[in-house]
């Protein structure tokens, strides 16, 4: 088990902070001390451990193991697309900020070093998100925590707050690795093209 008692030492970023100094300023009308939303559930003021100009970071009602938790956009959005650019640069910032508290943490309290972690955003409802407000999840991995390294994957897919939240989906099925070809350079090629067309007019407008 892991001991979780520096958690309290983290509610905002200050200036001392080692990447807090990207953050936007912009005031916000939340307050520290606030309530939060998360999509139509209320987060407890008393369940968020960090907060930034714009983001904030909050424990996890169900976590998949242990130190996983949630950052979300102050402002309800469902998808990345939707957030504007300080927005998005906060969010990430603020992910940074809160994994390398975790990792520096739980390495330095607790037996099982914790040198990985998965960060994930299922950014929208055919992507599994069952929440419709942008959430990344950030998971400390150990050695040897799932049987199936991969089985974490399948874990996020039914992650949600609560058992009516669930999404009811076909599971995607991966082929395993043996099963898979390489494509040929010509149709990796192709592809690669067509992406940079599609940014090429996307930056034009």
Known sequence: TFSFTFLHHLKKPTNSCRFSTTLSMQSNSIQDDDDMKFGRFTISANQVFYRSSLSAAFVNL???VPGHV???PKRVVPHLADLTTEEYQDLWASVREVQTMLQRNLSENNSNKVLSFNVAVQDGRAAGQSVPHVH????PRTEGDFERNDDVYDRLEEWAPRDEDKLAKPRL???EDNERRDRTMEEMIE???QYKKWLTTTSAL
């Open 70 to 72: 949630l950052i979300i």
């Open 136 to 139: 990344v999840h950030i998971l």
């Open 62 to 64: 169900r976590p998949i």
């Open 191 to 193: 592809e690669a093209s």
């Open 173 to 175: 099925e991966v082929p």
